[in-house]
């Protein structure tokens, strides 16, 4: 896609997400890691009813890390995979207690955490510290290929176009107007193509992408 097309499907997705944000409620790094954590395979707003209880009395390393294991699955068990999510949680908890008590801001130190892939350090990064960054979920992901703004066959792969294609200082905001398009018109099953501000420029709806 070349640089004319990518600047106007910016451009409009900016005017039709103007207070995209992220959807997660946190009040501290370690919050949003925990959260982003719980998110896999579940939706922010299940995540936001489980922390909202969650975080009352476990809102920091130190209080989290009095929990056990089945303790802390029990807490979480509405969120799916609550086992591996607890394990991970606590190990990752550990980790940050070990070296210092703050969640790491780069991205290096952050994959050493359990639990916590690239897409998970990049909501960290962007959201809790301002870093510019492209978390990659399933809704961007699948918009991205669709639009033809990245393409790609894993994760990484789209992360690495995006970065590409679009300006360094509107990788976070890019990030978030992604998700909330995938999320209200460009849906997994049934994209609302005829009412998408970008159907114009999108290479699924133009029939040029069979991919998706």
């Known amino acids: 896609m070349d640089k004319k097309?990518?600047?106007?499907?910016?451009?409009?997705?900016e005017k039709t997400y103007p207070n995209a944000k992220c959807a997660l409620n946190f009040k501290s790094p370690y919050e949003l890691l925990i959260s982003t954590i719980l998110s896999a395979q579940c939706t922010d707003v299940r995540v936001n009813m489980v922390t909202e209880k969650l975080y009352?009395?476990?809102d920091t390393p130190e209080a989290m890390i009095t929990l056990t294991e089945e303790e802390l699955s029990e807490k979480i068990r509405s969120c799916g995979f609550y086992k591996n999510k607890s394990?991970?949680?606590l190990g990752a908890t550990r980790a940050i207690l070990a070296s210092g008590g703050e969640v790491p801001n780069n991205m290096e130190e952050l994959?050493?955490?359990?639990?916590?892939?690239r897409k998970t350090a990049n909501v960290v990064l962007s959201n809790a510290f301002g870093v510019p960054a492209i978390a990659v979920d399933t809704h961007v992901f699948r918009v991205s290929n669709r639009l033809g703004i990245a393409?790609?066959?894993t994760p990484e792969q789209v992360e690495n176009g995006l970065m590409k294609n679009i300006p360094r200082d509107m990788w976070s905001d890019t990030h978030h107007?992604?998700?909330w398009h995938g999320r209200n018109i460009c849906k997994s099953r049934k994209p609302d193509c005829e009412k998408?501000?970008?159907?114009?420029y999108c290479?699924?709806?133009?029939?040029?992408d069979t991919t998706t």
């Open 5 to 13: 097309n990518v600047d106007k499907i910016l451009e409009i997705l």
């Open 56 to 58: 009352k009395e476990y």
């Open 87 to 89: 394990k991970n949680i």
């Open 111 to 117: 994959l050493k955490l359990p639990g916590v892939g």
């Open 151 to 153: 393409k790609g066959n």
């Open 177 to 179: 107007y992604l998700i």
């Open 196 to 200: 998408c501000p970008l159907a114009l």
């Open 203 to 208: 290479e699924y709806f133009s029939g040029a």
